[in-house]
């Protein structure tokens, strides 16, 4: 009898040990906040409620509202995107998304493929997705995908990678408070959109983009189209979103297009588009690679006719679904006010999901 107690005592001491150093783990975790909350918020939606799935890097979350999608074109979807991802990460990115929704339509960043495959294995770029993948959906079956040698501890225990953020004790309360109240409000209000209130200069106009398409990036590229036609996913849009530099090696867009196409699947390269958007150039744009609030409504208003002319992505919604839309709407315009009073003022902030818990404070 007393050899039994003992063993319980055992094993609910470790038990609560790992519930303890798993709660440290997730304050500590502070690595790009707007994309944390990305991810995070995108594992809050109701399962199989998003029409269309959303998947790239920065240009994504700041060129395109779901909301505004939503309030105009009747669909439901989310930008499950964060800065600079890498293309390594879009088929791990992709798989979680698809085992939490069934989308009528996947949207996917060519951004990716064209900065080389270096930042393949870059610790911080893998802990900006890894981190946020909670245990039951499977973070360990990311980390062994994504991770081929060594290396994999410190992402099944990130404090081995995150516990130099103690010298950041403001940031660590901050991000724990915004984590905690998107919890209580069970959603992300605005589906993954983040956006920067200011105006770009024109600084890079009339310079070049190389376009670093290897083969690791191609790899890439062939193992994500192998794995959609795998699931039978037939409908996937990959999208050059609009930028101010033109490329120098257009052979390489021509390349990726081609082999896009060879597995059955659609490419819109807006890189050179933004006149025929409607998009100023630099006004719209918050630097060279980033649309601002005013470029975001002409490119969401854009690829929004694009994928309801193209695709069928209605679906009956219940009145509660509704509701709750229109109330990120809501949310989101609120916020957008206030994107455009610090534009008048020439204030620049970062605005995101925790803006719209409090005021963003003023960016250099």
Request: net charge neutral; glycine share 6%; aromatic share 12%.
């Amino acid at each position: 009898m007393l050899r039994k107690r003992n063993i319980i005592s055992i094993i609910l001491f470790w038990v609560i040990l790992i519930v303890l150093y798993e709660m440290i783990s997730i304050v500590f975790s502070v690595n790009d906040s707007p994309s944390q909350m990305n991810v995070q918020g995108f594992f809050m939606e109701q399962k199989d409620s998003l029409d269309v799935l959303m998947i790239g890097s920065s240009e994504v979350y700041s060129d395109y509202s779901p909301t505004i999608a939503w309030e105009n074109y009747g669909y439901t979807s989310y930008d499950l995107s964060m800065g600079a991802a890498p293309a390594n990460l879009y088929k791990d990115m992709i798989k979680k998304g698809l085992e939490r929704q069934n989308p009528k339509l996947i949207v996917i960043s060519l951004n990716g493929y064209l900065h080389g495959s270096s930042d393949f294995e870059n610790p911080v770029q893998l802990h900006r997705w890894i981190d946020n993948v909670p245990y039951i959906y499977g973070r360990k079956d990311s980390v062994d995908s994504l991770l081929k040698g060594q290396g994999k501890g410190q992402f099944y225990f990130n404090m081995a990678f995150s516990h130099v953020n103690w010298k950041r004790p403001i940031s660590l309360a901050k991000n724990t408070l915004e984590k905690s109240i998107m919890t209580l409000n069970k959603q992300s209000y605005l589906k993954g959109f983040c956006t920067v209130s200011g105006s770009d200069k024109g600084t890079q106009m009339g310079e070049l983009q190389n376009i670093d398409f290897d083969n690791g990036c191609e790899d890439a590229l062939r193992e994500l189209l192998v794995y959609l036609q795998a699931q039978n996913i037939e409908k996937v849009l990959f999208v050059r979103f609009p930028h101010q530099r033109k490329f120098e090696n257009p052979e390489a867009i021509d390349k990726i297009g081609s082999i896009i196409s060879e597995y059955g699947y659609d490419i819109l390269n807006l890189n050179d588009k933004s006149k025929e958007l409607g998009i100023d150039v630099p006004a719209d744009y918050s630097d060279a690679e980033h649309l601002n609030i005013n470029g975001m409504e002409k490119m969401t208003e854009y690829l929004g006719k694009y994928i309801i002319n193209k695709y069928d992505v209605s679906s009956e919604k219940s009145t509660g679904d509704i509701v709750k839309w229109n109330k990120c709407v809501k949310k989101t315009k609120e916020m957008i006010n206030s994107v455009r009073e610090d534009m008048k003022s020439g204030t620049c902030r970062l605005y995101y999901e925790a803006s719209i818990y409090w005021e963003p404070k003023i960016q250099k």
